[in-house]
């Protein structure tokens, strides 16, 4: 059953499919060991690493499993990053929500937008109950965003991940349908 990666557009930023065109930028985000500081995995240091990813999103989708987004902001079509939702398993109505922006869009509030706007149309499309997301201890910025969405603290993953040698404990958060509460008249929740 395919899942199809929907176009959603916000206050701020259009959310779409990913594209080849995208590989670059994509790479730019991902070997930037400055924003990869908190992430499960190493800085990428091969540009088919990008194509490989876009082709998995691809992949996604066309298995049901999830649906990852590119980020751009509106006023001027720039990359800012990536949101998805992954692992969805309609057995247990549970998917995993995750998203990487670039520094520069930091601090912005786009996070949060897109985060809002992949929640309003999970919730509207899939029969999810629980989505879950999982964070750095040391990233207090993606665990503010995860509250700000209405996600929940649940627990504490001790040395779960180590990268390069360094040893890192990550957040584990949770979101129940009953608790999400959609932004009045949400326009995060509107397809483009």
Known sequence: MSLPTPTLQTARLRLRPFADADADALFALHSDAH?????????????????RFIAACRQLADDGTGARLVLERTADGAFLGWCGLTRWNPEHRSASLGYCLDAPA?????????????????????????????TDTRNLASARVLEKVGFRREGTL????????????SWVFGLLRREWRPLPRDPDAAPA
Request: proline letters at 3%; glycine letters at 6%; a negative charge.
């Open 158 to 169: 001790r040395e779960d991940c180590v990268v390069d040698g360094d040893v890192s404990d």
């Open 35 to 51: 924003v990869l500081r908190y992430w499960d995995a190493p800085p990428w240091t091969d540009r088919t690493r990008a194509e």
């Open 106 to 134: 930091w601090g912005h509030g786009y996070a949060t937008e897109a985060a809002r706007a992949v929640l309003a149309w999970a919730f509207a499309t899939v029969d999810l109950n629980r989505v879950q997301a999982e």
